[in-house]
């Protein structure tokens, strides 16, 4: 059954009152999650605190929280206080962000960041479990050795907490597939998507798991319009920021997961243009079927269409990100709209 997320909305950057309103306006919706994010602004947890205490049933999810940016014991206290606040409705996404935010803005070395992921999902589970925290990894050891350091058992409760997981390159989805309870997609086309699924489920099968066991998610843009050709070609001049200024120009995740997907070539010319200065033409290069398969865009028939591909391939969840020009009271009649076109394709399953 396809299911739908939401980012955090407010109408201003300190204008709480409005980001708490929009979490229960699409709580009332039958919204799935609701979703923070960090990059070098405000931190991800705190806004999902504030939302907290006005829902009920929402999740509350990180996506994402930067591993590397916190100890693997700080993220895991972090988590057991939103547990606490939120009667467990929140979900631990994390990610390893990249080299120009952990080395620039943290001043922590990028290194080994597969290794980091593993370590750090195991020692936050250590503690969840409430177990004494002894840990011996190649990158994080506990206590430190030499030092005056003890095991120390948790103080807080035992709880469950869920983790979720950004990953796009093999190594990482290997690693959702066998330890993590959700994943956090991007750069996803439902076509191509053994691309992702396989490296997880492969990794699934080896600890006893399965694909299903996952919980999958992936950003969508959705826009309702009858002017499809026009904002095809809006959502695909805005990939072009993503190609050719996000990462380095040797390490790109997100370029690498489109490489994977069959537009190597094109992401590469875009990325040149881009970093040489032609940034309209770098816009214009970038494939409209980019768009087109990794948004919700048109009228409601071709959204329909859309959502029953996404369904067929796999998916869980689409986090949402309403595009309008209107405001608060527009994206919500928008999203109604689409709950109401995904309510209609979920019971053409049980037909």
Same mark, same amino acid.
């Given at each position: 059954?396809?299911r739908?997320?939401?980012?955090? %909305?407010?109408?201003?950057?300190?204008?709480?009152?409005?980001?708490?309103?929009?979490?229960?306006?699409?709580?009332?919706?039958?919204?799935d999650?609701?979703?923070?994010?960090?990059?070098?602004?405000?931190?991800?947890?705190?806004?999902?605190?504030?939302?907290?205490?006005?829902?009920?049933?929402? &999740?509350?999810?990180?996506?994402?929280?930067?591993?590397?940016?916190?100890?693997?014991?700080?993220?895991?206290?972090?988590?057991?206080? #939103?547990?606490?606040?939120s009667n467990?409705?929140?979900?631990l996404?994390?990610?390893?962000?990249?080299?120009?935010?952990?080395?620039?803005?943290?001043?922590?070395?990028?290194?080994?960041?597969?290794? !980091?992921?593993?370590?750090?999902i195991?020692?936050?589970? #250590?503690?969840?479990?409430?177990?004494?925290?002894? %840990?011996?990894?190649?990158?994080?050891?506990?206590?430190?050795?030499?030092? *005056?350091?003890?095991?120390?058992?948790?103080?807080?409760?035992?709880?469950?907490?869920?983790?979720?997981l950004?990953?796009?390159?093999?190594?990482?989805? &290997?690693?959702?597939?066998?330890?993590?309870?959700?994943?956090?997609?991007?750069?996803? #086309?439902?076509?191509? =998507?053994?691309?992702?699924?396989?490296?997880?489920?492969?990794?699934?099968?080896?600890?006893? !798991?399965?694909?299903?066991?996952?919980?999958? #998610?992936?950003? +969508?843009?959705?826009?309702?319009?009858?002017?499809?050709?026009?904002?095809?070609?809006?959502?695909?001049?805005?990939?072009?920021?993503?190609?050719?200024?996000?990462?380095?120009?040797?390490?790109?995740? %997100?370029?690498? =997961?489109?490489?994977?997907?069959?537009?190597?070539?094109?992401?590469?010319?875009?990325?040149?243009?881009?970093?040489?200065?032609?940034?309209?033409?770098?816009?214009? !290069?970038?494939?409209?079927?980019? =768009?087109?398969?990794?948004?919700?865009?048109?009228?409601?028939d071709?959204?329909?269409?859309?959502?029953?591909? %996404?369904?067929?391939?796999?998916l869980?969840?689409?986090?949402?990100? +309403?595009?309008?020009?209107?405001?608060?009271? *527009?994206?919500?009649?928008?999203?109604?709209?689409l709950?109401?076109? +995904?309510?209609s394709?979920?019971? *053409?399953?049980?037909?």
């Amino acid at each position: 059954m396809l299911r739908i997320a939401v980012g955090l %909305y407010r109408e201003s950057q300190d204008d709480w009152e409005s980001a708490a309103a929009w979490a229960q306006e699409v709580e009332k919706l039958g919204i799935d999650s609701i979703w923070s994010a960090e990059t070098w602004g405000i931190d991800g947890i705190t806004p999902l605190a504030r939302i907290a205490s006005s829902t009920t049933s929402l &999740r509350l999810g990180t996506g994402i929280l930067q591993i590397g940016a916190r100890t693997p014991a700080a993220l895991a206290m972090t988590a057991l206080g #939103m547990q606490s606040i939120s009667n467990d409705r929140f979900l631990l996404g994390l990610g390893v962000s990249g080299v120009a935010i952990v080395e620039g803005w943290h001043g922590v070395p990028f290194e080994r960041p597969v290794t !980091r992921t593993k370590e750090t999902i195991e020692i936050i589970k #250590m503690i969840a479990a409430g177990d004494r925290l002894e %840990y011996s990894g190649s990158l994080y050891k506990l206590p430190l050795p030499g030092g *005056e350091g003890r095991a120390i058992k948790p103080s807080a409760k035992s709880r469950n907490v869920p983790i979720w997981l950004a990953s796009l390159g093999p190594q990482n989805l &290997r690693i959702t597939g066998a330890l993590a309870d959700g994943w956090i997609g991007t750069s996803f #086309m439902p076509e191509t =998507a053994n691309v992702f699924f396989d490296p997880m489920s492969e990794a699934a099968v080896k600890v006893g !798991r399965s694909l299903d066991d996952i919980e999958k #998610m992936v950003p +969508v843009a959705l826009e309702l319009t009858e002017d499809v050709e026009g904002a095809t070609k809006g959502h695909a001049e805005g990939y072009a920021f993503t190609f050719g200024a996000m990462g380095t120009k040797s390490n790109n995740f %997100y370029n690498n =997961a489109w490489a994977r997907q069959g537009f190597a070539d094109e992401v590469k010319e875009v990325q040149r243009l881009w970093l040489s200065g032609e940034r309209e033409t770098a816009k214009s !290069r970038v494939p409209l079927e980019i =768009a087109t398969r990794s948004n919700l865009i048109g009228t409601t028939d071709l959204i329909m269409d859309r959502l029953r591909v %996404y369904r067929d391939a796999g998916l869980d969840i689409l986090r949402v990100d +309403v595009r309008t020009d209107g405001g608060f009271a *527009e994206r919500l009649s928008h999203l109604g709209i689409l709950m109401d076109l +995904v309510k209609s394709i979920n019971s *053409e399953e049980s037909l």
